[in-house]
């Protein structure tokens, strides 16, 4: 059941548009040699493209992806079953709810695990692009990724299952509780002392400091660094021999692994198994006090008292954009209350606080608040299993178009009171920045949405996207937060537009390839 399950959820797109992602990772782990970005440094310094050093800083960049952005894709596997019906014929059956939460673990194991092995190729591949060591050693090249990169799959497995078969958890809260759980996870993982010693890269950097210390080279320009980070010159190089993991390290990455199994499998105590006796109330109204329907049924020609016929619809008059426009930005728009407060919240935050928090603080915070409504773009359809339907109804472009225009009036609700404080500023670098956002998180939302027809891809690109951002990065920054002598300091608001247009066209034709294949009617072909 645990491969079958593996086997199906292979062929779904997030889990295609998740490996693309492990596997550019795995190219910018491996950057050129007179590149000025790095993932891994110690100081000034990377290792020389030898196999001990590619498959070190591939399984690490690994590991930091396939936390994060895989944990999105596993987490899924029980809510298909509860979709397609699988859960109600799984209920009948005497399987024992410990069972059925193994099986599935192991199959989100086996989901991620397979994404670390094609990373390993990619390592394999970058040694020999880059040239600098061309001789393949497989057990160095391959044994980061068995003893760092592995405990963590098989750990965020485990997480995946547990957030998924929680009550609370298992709603878009909860990507939200990963994502900062991750950080802490990814940050205080990588300190001396780390609880079962972290992730496991504070041996490796100790290694490689005493190899550097041994060749003679200075140590200079900070500590080690594990990200995406600017250098202002190409990092120079010292050769590693490589890392010998101890009885000790080695403890502790199988306590990783023991770990992970009662996380996996704690929701027993709680998880219904999709038994509606223990999830849903059943009404004990006896069967006497129900009406019988057959006295409701008149003989042929008898004309029923009171009975007009069936409801007719109004005809309505006007522009049938405008009404797509307005259906969509209620469905948007629908949400609790404290939501709705938050928002207003927020705005009034934003026209007391100085100009600076605004942009640095407040915007951010505003555009953050609508995550859950903009991941629905694009993948409601699917995930509420109307996309049969509306294949069948015209106007497909004029829909889809009418989306995105809701999308955008999201964006300009939420952040119209930053906005408010820039114009009056007099900031028009800062306003056009906010223009270029404001098309660009619906856009990428939409792609996003429709290509992998889930709304947790955009949750899992927009969060680390945002949070760079806010934690001063200028390359991605898309509403104007990071400022240099008082204007925006990332690229140009016209990229931004010029992205979001080439998000929707893309968006669009995703969607005519789709009709054109007959998978948006249900048709095989």
Known sequence: MAFADFLDRMRR???????????????????????????????????????????MATALAGTLWLTFGGFFVARNGVARDEATGVGRQLAATPLPTWRYLASKFLSNTLLLGSMAAVLAGTAVVMQLARGEDRTLEPGPL?????????????????????????????????NGVWFFAWLVLVLGGQREGAPLGGIGVHDVVATMGDDLTRQGVPLSGGDFSLGFTFVEEPLRTFTWGGFTPDGGFLAGRLAVLLLAVPVALLPALWFHRFDPSRSVRVSAAPAAEEAPVAAAVPEAGQAVPGY??????????????????TGELRVLAHGPVWWWAGTALIALAALFVPLEGVTRLLLPLAW???????????????????????????GPVRRTLAEWCAGVAVAAVTGLTPLIRLVAAGDGAGAAAWAGGAVFVPSLALALGTLSRTHRTFQAVYLPLWYVTVNGLPLLDFMG????????????????????????????????????AGTEKGVSR
């Not at 993948?379 to 996309?387: F, K, L, N």
């Open 308 to 325: 007009a016929g069936p409801p007719r619809t109004p005809v309505s008059y006007g522009s049938p954009f405008a009404r797509l426009f």
């Open 481 to 516: 937060a990071v400022r240099e002598d008082g204007r925006p300091a990332g690229p140009h608001a016209a990229f931004f537009c010029a992205a979001a247009l080439l998000l929707l066209l893309a968006t669009l034709a995703t969607g005519a390839t789709r009709r054109r």
């Open 13 to 55: 797109p997030a889990y295609a548009v998740t490996l693309a992602g492990a596997v550019g990772l795995g190219y910018l782990a491996v950057p050129a040699v007179d590149s000025h970005w790095a993932i891994m440094q110690l100081g000034d310094y990377r290792g020389l493209y030898n196999s001990a050093y590619t498959g």
């Open 142 to 174: 391959l044994m980061p990724f068995l003893v760092l990169t592995l405990p963590m799959v098989v750990l965020t497995a485990a997480a995946a299952l547990l957030f998924e078969t929680t009550p609370l958890l298992r709603t878009g809260v909860g």
């Open 368 to 394: 953050l608040w609508p995550l859950l409504v903009w991941s629905r773009m694009g993948a409601q359809r699917y995930e509420h299993g109307v996309a049969v339907l509306l294949g069948a109804c015209p």
